[in-house]
Structure formats: C-alpha cells, structure tokens
C-alpha cells in the first residue's frame, strides 16, 4: 500500500518539524491507520531523537485506548526487528539506552499537572468525555507546550458532534497558521463498499456520517444546530430597556445541584422573540445560591425593564409571595409532560426559523447546542441534558420565548440602528 498525500505530511511535520508547525491535528475517517501511523512515528521520535530520561505520552479517553496505540507501536517493534533498542513494558515503550519513555495516560487522570515533554499524541479527541477531568487534562497537557521548545502535539480523531467541547479547538486549528490542520474526506477508499454499506444501513445517520463521511454531526435527538443558533446570535451582550418596549422575564430556580438563571426578552414586531439579558448564579453544596440576592436582582429588574416574571411554583413559591406582596407581577408556571412538550417545541421552532436574537455569550451557545429534545411519547417531547452537562439557560430562555410567542406581538419598531445604539457591553458583575 502506498502512502497517502496527507500519510505523508504528517510523517514530514513529525521528523521534519523546523519544515512546519509543531502543531498538529488530523482527522481521518475509520479505518484510515491514523493510529498504526502515529505509533510508528512516536517509536521514531523515542528511538532517536528523545533526551535522555525524557518522556512522551499518549494520552486517550481512558487508558485501554491510550494503550491501544501502543499495542500498535508494540507491534511494529516486534516486526521490524527493534527489540534491542526499545523495550515493551505494561503501559509504556522504552528506550534500553537513554531511558527515555513513551507512557499511556487516561485523559480521566485525576491529575496531570506539571507535565513536561516533548512529544504529546492526544488519541480521539473528539470523543473524549465532557468532563472536568477530560477538560482539565487537555489544559494541562497544551499549556505546558511551551516549557519545552521544541515539543510537539498531535491531536488525532475522526469528526465527533459538534456540540462536544474540542469542535472550538479544531476550529481554532483549522484557521490557525500555529497549526498543520489536515482533514480527510471519507469513507477510506480501501474500504469495500459492501462494509460501508452495511455500516451504513446499521449505525444512527450521525454515527455514520461522523465516523465513516468524517463529518461533524449533531445527534438526532438534539434540540438544534450549531448553525443555527450561530444565526441567531446577535452582536451584543446586554440591551438596555427601551421605551414602549414590552418585556417578560422568566426565573429557572436552583439551589444545590442546578443554578439560577433570569432571562430577560421582548418580542419584535417582526416576531423575533428578542433575548436582551441573561444573568446566572452558579451554586455548590458549600455554598447554595442566595435567593435573597436573587430576590433583590429581580427587583432591579423590574425596576429598570418594568417585567413580569415567570417562574415555576415548586421552586420558588415563597419568593414568588414577596414580589407580589411588593405589586410585582409574578406569573406561574406550572411543568407538566405537556406544558414542557410546549416550551420545547416553541425553541426549536424560533432557532429552525432563525426568530430568536440571542446574546453574543458562548456558554449560552453551548448548552443550546448539547441539549437534547426527547420524545416521552408520541407527540410529546420534552427539553433534557446529558448527566455532565446542564440546561437551566435553555430552561430559562425557553419559559420566557414560550410566553412571548404564544401572545400577538404588541411592538411597531423593528429591530434596527436605533435598537443596535442602545446595546451595552456590560459584563461581569457591574450590571446598572
């Protein structure tokens, strides 16, 4: 088999790195030896050029995987006679000479801070877990990059979905001159086409799309795209409240384990439901949120955009007394399979129909895009979230677009320069 124009400018990037970036980030479909020739260029790297005592790692979603590309260095050691220079342990490679190792690690590691090395592999990055440690793992292997000067790191994988945490990463590599970005259109073509038939006609669209076509593909049960919400998204971080303007607010209340998030919207005369601000408080079990501070925001609030608010009963029944005790208007609502089918089914169709202006805040967009809309029964869906993540914004957003859009826009004035004028770049905690 002959190598591949893309085989080769990884090999060149590899062993010639003054020739390129000492970043590099290739996705390939399956089955297209993204790791077999990877191992051969780390036992490259470890039998020649590594210091003495140095150490590469490999580092995978958890150690089995991390460890299966050294089976396939193992492997090409066996087979090329290497044995008397590099020695096969458990779970690392070593040089019998200089001492210097290639070691497998588990991006779920507890801890991988005051790494130092010159040659990093990230195996799959795509579908490494959304979790802390995952996350924190892959801080810590890139921002020790320039410890070492001459260090290198190749992140290898086929497409994932795009909602995953690393697509901002391999956007950043794609547009970047620090990086060799290299993208492999798919299927691999040694692959007959009976296999991939047959993938094709058992695996979810997705799954195929992303690991045979290597594209970036939501999942079907998702909410929306990440294309979508992109169009929705507005050039501003808070719109100050204008006059004639009709504005609802809605309150998604937690204590201990979610947070508590406000949204702030009106409805253009367009039909446009317009988000102008959102303000979350992120709680822990040592320190809940204080809902006399939320109490007090809200209030603020009223004050400034003249609101109601919308909240559900069980969570927040006693402030929903005090506000009303103060002539506040508070409405309830109650959550039911069909009340939440209702919201669910109102976002979606605001995104799909590019009528909701969102604030330019990238957390805002990723919980959009991760939140899935489940179908509890037929005809009946409802908004939900992987265990790892949250959907208290989305939550939020969707009580206040749901009792904007089930009422006729009252507004004249379109969303134009006059609103573009008033947008403040407020962040942090200096609200007013």
Same mark, same amino acid.
């Given at each position: 088999?002959?190598?591949?124009?893309?085989?080769?400018?990884?090999?060149?990037?590899?062993?010639?790195?003054?020739?390129?970036?000492?970043?590099?980030?290739?996705?390939?479909?399956?089955?297209?030896?993204?790791?077999?020739?990877?191992?051969?260029?780390?036992?490259?790297?470890?039998?020649?050029?590594?210091?003495?005592?140095?150490?590469?790692?490999?580092?995978?979603?958890?150690?089995?995987?991390?460890?299966?590309?050294?089976?396939?260095?193992?492997?090409?050691?066996?087979?090329?006679?290497?044995?008397?220079?590099?020695?096969?342990?458990?779970?690392?490679?070593?040089?019998?000479?200089?001492?210097?190792?290639?070691?497998?690690?588990?991006?779920?590691?507890?801890?991988?801070?005051?790494?130092?090395?010159?040659?990093?592999?990230?195996?799959?990055?795509?579908?490494?877990?959304?979790?802390?440690?995952?996350?924190?793992?892959?801080?810590?292997?890139?921002?020790?990059?320039?410890?070492?000067?001459?260090?290198?790191?190749?992140?290898?994988?086929?497409?994932?979905?795009?909602?995953?945490?690393?697509?901002?990463?391999?956007?950043?590599?794609?547009?970047?001159?620090?990086?060799?970005?290299?993208?492999?259109?798919?299927?691999?073509?040694?692959?007959?086409?009976?296999?991939?038939?047959?993938?094709?006609?058992?695996?979810?669209?997705?799954?195929?799309?992303?690991?045979?076509?290597?594209?970036?593909?939501?999942?079907?049960?998702?909410?929306?795209?990440?294309?979508?919400?992109?169009?929705?998204?507005? =050039?501003?971080? @808070?719109? /100050?409240?204008?006059?004639?303007?009709?504005? %609802? &607010?809605? +309150?998604? *209340?937690? $204590?201990?384990?979610?947070?508590?998030?406000?949204?702030?919207?009106?409805?253009?005369?367009?039909?446009?439901?317009?988000?102008?601000?959102?303000?979350?408080?992120?709680?822990?079990?040592?320190?809940?949120?204080?809902?006399?501070?939320?109490?007090?925001?809200?209030?603020?609030?009223?004050?400034?955009?003249?609101?109601?608010?919308?909240?559900?009963?069980?969570?927040?029944?006693?402030?929903?007394?005090?506000?009303?005790?103060? =002539?506040?208007? @508070?409405? /309830?609502?109650?959550?039911?399979?069909?009340? %939440? &089918?209702? +919201?669910? *089914?109102? $976002?979606?169709?605001?995104?799909?129909?590019?009528?909701?202006?969102?604030?330019?805040?990238?957390?805002?967009?990723?919980?959009?895009?991760?939140?899935?809309?489940?179908?509890?029964?037929?005809?009946?869906?409802?908004?939900?979230?992987?265990?790892?993540?949250?959907?208290?914004?989305?939550?939020?957003?969707?009580?206040?677009?749901?009792?904007?859009?089930?009422?006729?826009?009252?507004?004249?004035?379109?969303?134009?320069?006059?609103?573009?004028?008033?947008?403040?770049?407020?962040?942090?905690?200096?609200?007013?």
């Amino acid at each position: 088999m002959v190598a591949t124009a893309e085989q080769r400018t990884l090999a060149a990037a590899v062993l010639e790195p003054k020739a390129g970036p000492r970043l590099v980030w290739l996705e390939a479909p399956k089955g297209y030896s993204k790791s077999t020739d990877t191992a051969g260029l780390s036992i490259a790297r470890l039998a020649t050029d590594f210091p003495p005592l140095a150490e590469g790692y490999v580092v995978a979603a958890d150690l089995d995987q991390s460890n299966r590309l050294l089976d396939k260095a193992r492997g090409l050691i066996v087979r090329s006679g290497l044995g008397g220079v590099l020695r096969v342990e458990a779970h690392r490679l070593v040089n019998v000479k200089t001492g210097a190792r290639m070691v497998a690690l588990a991006a779920d590691a507890p801890s991988a801070e005051g790494l130092l090395s010159p040659w990093y592999v990230l195996d799959e990055l795509p579908r490494w877990p959304a979790t802390t440690s995952a996350r924190g793992m892959w801080t810590a292997v890139f921002s020790s990059l320039p410890k070492w000067p001459a260090a290198q790191l190749v992140v290898l994988g086929h497409a994932g979905d795009p909602g995953h945490w690393s697509y901002r990463l391999r956007e950043r590599a794609r547009t970047s001159e620090a990086w060799l970005f290299g993208h492999v259109p798919g299927p691999t073509p040694w692959l007959s086409a009976a296999d991939l038939e047959e993938q094709r006609a058992v695996l979810l669209p997705s799954e195929y799309a992303r690991r045979h076509l290597n594209v970036w593909a939501a999942g079907e049960d998702r909410l929306t795209s990440r294309e979508d919400v992109a169009a929705c998204v507005g =050039g501003y971080d @808070v719109l /100050e409240p204008q006059p004639g303007v009709r504005y %609802v &607010g809605a +309150l998604d *209340v937690g $204590l201990t384990h979610d947070r508590c998030v406000v949204t702030i919207a009106h409805r253009d005369a367009d039909g446009t439901v317009v988000v102008d601000r959102q303000h979350t408080w992120q709680e822990s079990r040592a320190r809940p949120v204080n809902l006399g501070e939320v109490e007090a925001f809200l209030r603020e609030l009223h004050r400034h955009y003249r609101c109601p608010f919308r909240v559900d009963p069980f969570q927040a029944v006693h402030l929903a007394q005090k506000l009303r005790g103060d =002539g506040i208007p @508070v409405e /309830e609502f109650a959550f039911s399979s069909q009340s %939440v &089918g209702r +919201l669910a *089914v109102t $976002l979606y169709r605001l995104l799909a129909d590019r009528l909701l202006l969102l604030p330019d805040d990238q957390e805002l967009v990723d919980e959009l895009v991760n939140v899935r809309l489940r179908e509890t029964a037929p005809g009946q869906y409802r908004i939900d979230h992987d265990p790892d993540k949250h959907d208290d914004r989305v939550i939020s957003l969707a009580l206040v677009a749901h009792r904007l859009a089930e009422r006729p826009a009252r507004m004249r004035a379109k969303w134009s320069g006059a609103l573009q004028a008033s947008v403040s770049v407020t962040r942090g905690g200096d609200y007013w």
